[in-house]
């Protein structure tokens, strides 16, 4: 079955420095990926659309400046939390449709926890 | 404006017995409906979904209704197992971008044996 893999899968860092998280998309391309936040006990919260060769599609209310997202290649997608904050501290979830789970069907990679100090 | 809701935070089932967690929606665009299990610190997994062309789907001990026109859906699983125990999120998508999918805000699932 499809498998997309993040890392890390938790990172801890003082706050002001930049963190960067991977999704690969480990048995199938992917020109597609989307990035995803959680709040304790609340809701996933689409942040963006990434998409290979061009620019990510942010949702409303995400910085684009503070959460930078690269898709250089079919199976990698970058998220980059620069400068990060304790209010950043969340856990991040990429995903991506696609592989033999089913055309409309997003797998999901296992998640990052971020901690900003 | 939330546009998947799922009204019960939680719910405790007994082992053995029918679990039904239920999600509304308010989006009429919405035409495919998922549900996803989610266990701590880890990234949610495909559960079952559901086209609106049907009104139920079955797999195995899962089973998901839907009703378009009161714009509600159920998951049922029975019999509930202790391994049932986990985080189900609702989630939908448009025939427009079906990518973009919707989450719900969860209903955390205690099966007790």
């Known amino acids: 079955g499809a498998v997309v893999s993040q890392h890390p899968s938790w990172v801890i860092c003082k706050s002001g420095t930049s963190v960067k998280i991977e999704c690969r998309s480990l048995d199938f391309q992917a020109t597609t990926m989307f990035w995803y936040r959680q709040f304790p006990k609340q809701s996933l919260m689409l942040m963006a659309t990434?998409?290979?060769?061009?620019?990510?599609?942010?949702e409303q209310g995400v910085e684009k400046d503070k959460f930078l997202i690269n898709h250089a290649s079919l199976t990698l997608s970058t998220l980059t939390v620069t400068s990060a904050h304790p209010e950043d501290s969340s856990f991040y979830i990429c995903s991506a449709n696609g592989g033999s789970t089913g055309a409309n069907v997003l797998t999901f990679g296992a998640g990052s926890r971020l901690t900003v100090l | 404006d939330q546009q998947v809701k799922q009204n019960s935070p939680s719910l405790s089932v007994q082992e053995g017995r029918i679990s039904i967690l239920n999600c509304d929606y308010t989006n009429s665009m919405f035409d495919y409906f998922l549900w996803y299990k989610k266990y701590p610190a880890e990234g949610p997994t495909f559960l079952i979904s559901i086209s609106s062309i049907k009104d139920k789907n079955e797999d195995g001990r899962f089973t998901v209704f839907l009703n378009k026109s009161a714009k509600h859906l159920s998951l049922h699983i029975v019999p509930s197992q202790p391994g049932d125990s986990a985080v189900y999120f609702c989630a939908a998508s448009a025939r427009t971008s079906y990518d973009k999918v919707i989450f719900g805000p969860g209903t955390s699932l205690s099966v007790i044996p």
């Open positions: 990434s998409n290979e060769g061009s620019k990510a599609t942010y």
